[in-house]
């Protein structure tokens, strides 16, 4: 008698959508595009990074939202043409044979909203980042900037798009508690806790850096350097209140460097009054000694590492908002970062254990923390080697793709 040989398992597909892929999904993509039972293909936005071994595949928008369209409803009327632009690819993924198993998406600008036209069997695992507030959040945070009535309409509206990303998902993803918690109760359950993680076999500690400014300065672990790091610079990092603290770092530590990389565009908020940027109105109001001072534009990931590896004070402050990759990095290379005491920077940083905790706002504190850190350097060591290994032992890479694996792994072929 003769036995029927077992048929061969399909490959998982699994779709990536993310406006700026690979985003958030940069490790566990690249994961399952080496892993031979997975087929992975990825959706984004045109002129996104993309990653070497995953097909991206991207859509452009047939025009922007309408300019009179009430200001309430634009992000809203952004997300139907996100959606809609990234519903032709679907269609033309489904038209070509392409059915995914799961699709993983960052549905924050709307790309998955009709999703389940095009795939309504599909495992949908969304990332929710943020749900907006109007107190207890970053909006009002900054006395500085105040919200008003109109304001506050404005980001309840914009959850508009966040409540129909949480009813249509499976399931969500939520990188820290703090930000889980943010997201109604009846979806609460709906949402699972996984960061993404940091890979901590690149970032991680080297007694040999160096890093050589523009001048031609060399900076070595040991020396005295403040460093501070941000996508752009911006007051809900912290920006103002750092450039403001700049002149007593100065003043108390005659031998510092304090090294600033970030652009000069806006992430979140707004451009300022009166001038170009961040940077040029903040340069108006603060007097700093330029040869001390070195304002880097964004630098490539490797020689922001080794910035990462000769800083003996790395400031990380943030309204209440997303967390930043920077400072898990940041102390995943041994550096002693001193944050704000906000959330979710206190998720991570223990006070006095793995790192030290201001006051966002209290500039004279962020300056007398920081000239403690300059002329105690040896003190420090211990609470570096501890923000090490709290990173490696809860935010590591390996523990970020392990999560994402599981949740993909639960849909049924």
Same mark, same amino acid.
């Given at each position: 008698?003769?036995?029927?040989?077992?048929?061969?398992?399909?490959?998982?597909?699994?779709?990536?959508?993310?406006?700026?892929?690979?985003?958030?999904?940069?490790?566990?993509?690249?994961? *399952?595009?080496?892993?031979?039972?997975?087929?992975?293909?990825?959706?984004?936005?045109?002129?996104?990074?993309?990653?070497?071994?995953?097909?991206?595949?991207?859509?452009?928008?047939?025009?922007?939202?309408?300019?009179?369209? +009430?200001?309430?409803?634009?992000?809203?009327?952004?997300?139907? *043409?996100?959606?809609?632009?990234?519903?032709?690819?679907?269609?033309?993924? /489904?038209?070509?044979?392409?059915?995914?198993?799961?699709?993983?998406?960052?549905?924050?600008?709307?790309?998955?909203?009709?999703?389940?036209?095009?795939?309504?069997?599909?495992?949908?695992?969304?990332?929710?980042?943020?749900?907006?507030?109007?107190?207890?959040?970053?909006?009002?945070?900054?006395?500085?900037?105040?919200?008003?009535?109109?304001?506050?309409?404005?980001?309840?509206? /914009?959850?508009? *798009?966040?409540?129909?990303?949480? !009813?249509?998902?499976?399931?969500?993803?939520?990188?820290?508690?703090?930000?889980?918690?943010?997201?109604?109760?009846?979806?609460?359950? /709906?949402?699972?806790?996984?960061? !993404?993680?940091?890979?901590?076999?690149?970032?991680?500690?080297?007694?040999?850096?160096?890093?050589?400014?523009?001048?031609?300065?060399?900076?070595?672990?040991?020396?005295?350097?403040?460093?501070?790091?941000?996508?752009?610079?911006?007051?809900?990092?912290?920006?103002?209140?750092?450039?403001? %603290?700049?002149?007593?770092?100065?003043?108390?530590?005659?031998?510092?460097?304090?090294?600033?990389?970030?652009?000069?565009?806006?992430?979140?908020?707004?451009?300022?009054?009166?001038?170009?940027?961040?940077?040029?109105?903040?340069?108006?109001?603060?007097?700093?000694?330029?040869?001390?001072?070195?304002?880097?534009?964004?630098?490539?990931?490797?020689?922001?590492?080794?910035?990462?590896?000769?800083? %003996?004070? +790395?400031?990380?402050?943030?309204?209440?908002?997303?967390?930043?990759?920077?400072?898990?990095?940041?102390?995943?290379?041994?550096?002693?970062?001193?944050?704000?005491?906000?959330?979710?920077?206190?998720?991570?940083?223990?006070?006095?254990?793995?790192?030290?905790?201001?006051?966002?706002?209290?500039?004279?504190?962020?300056?007398?923390?920081?000239?403690?850190?300059?002329?105690?350097? !040896?003190?420090?060591?211990?609470?570096?080697?501890?923000?090490?290994?709290?990173?490696?032992?809860?935010?590591?890479?390996? !523990?970020?793709?392990?999560?994402?694996?599981?949740?993909?792994?639960?849909?049924?072929?």
């Amino acid at each position: 008698m003769t036995s029927t040989p077992a048929q061969p398992t399909r490959a998982r597909r699994v779709l990536f959508v993310h406006q700026n892929f690979p985003g958030q999904f940069k490790r566990i993509a690249a994961h *399952l595009a080496r892993d031979p039972a997975y087929e992975v293909l990825a959706i984004g936005k045109e002129g996104c990074p993309g990653l070497p071994d995953v097909r991206t595949l991207t859509y452009k928008l047939h025009r922007v939202h309408a300019k009179e369209t +009430h200001h309430y409803a634009r992000p809203f009327e952004s997300g139907i *043409l996100h959606g809609q632009a990234c519903l032709r690819v679907l269609l033309a993924l /489904k038209e070509k044979g392409f059915v995914p198993d799961v699709i993983v998406a960052h549905p924050g600008w709307g790309d998955t909203m009709f999703v389940r036209e095009a795939f309504p069997d599909a495992r949908l695992v969304h990332f929710s980042e943020f749900y907006y507030h109007t107190d207890h959040a970053d909006v009002g945070f900054d006395p500085e900037f105040p919200s008003n009535i109109d304001d506050r309409a404005r980001v309840r509206a /914009k959850n508009a *798009l966040q409540l129909l990303n949480l !009813e249509a998902c499976d399931i969500a993803v939520a990188p820290t508690r703090w930000q889980k918690s943010l997201h109604p109760k009846p979806y609460q359950d /709906k949402i699972a806790l996984i960061h !993404e993680g940091i890979d901590t076999a690149y970032l991680c500690p080297n007694p040999a850096a160096s890093f050589t400014l523009p001048n031609g300065k060399v900076l070595r672990p040991g020396d005295p350097v403040v460093t501070y790091v941000s996508r752009n610079l911006e007051p809900y990092r912290g920006f103002h209140t750092f450039m403001r %603290a700049l002149p007593a770092i100065l003043a108390d530590n005659p031998g510092c460097d304090i090294v600033l990389a970030g652009g000069d565009s806006v992430s979140y908020g707004a451009r300022p009054a009166g001038a170009a940027n961040w940077r040029e109105k903040m340069l108006a109001e603060v007097a700093i000694d330029a040869s001390r001072v070195h304002f880097l534009d964004r630098i490539p990931f490797a020689r922001y590492r080794e910035l990462l590896q000769v800083s %003996a004070a +790395h400031v990380y402050l943030t309204y209440p908002f997303v967390l930043s990759w920077s400072m898990l990095e940041a102390m995943a290379c041994g550096c002693l970062v001193i944050g704000s005491d906000t959330a979710p920077v206190t998720e991570v940083i223990r006070d006095g254990e793995n790192g030290l905790l201001v006051d966002f706002f209290d500039t004279a504190a962020i300056a007398a923390t920081v000239s403690r850190a300059l002329r105690e350097r !040896e003190r420090w060591m211990p609470m570096r080697a501890r923000a090490v290994e709290s990173i490696k032992a809860g935010y590591a890479v390996e !523990e970020g793709i392990a999560g994402y694996r599981r949740l993909i792994d639960a849909a049924t072929l």
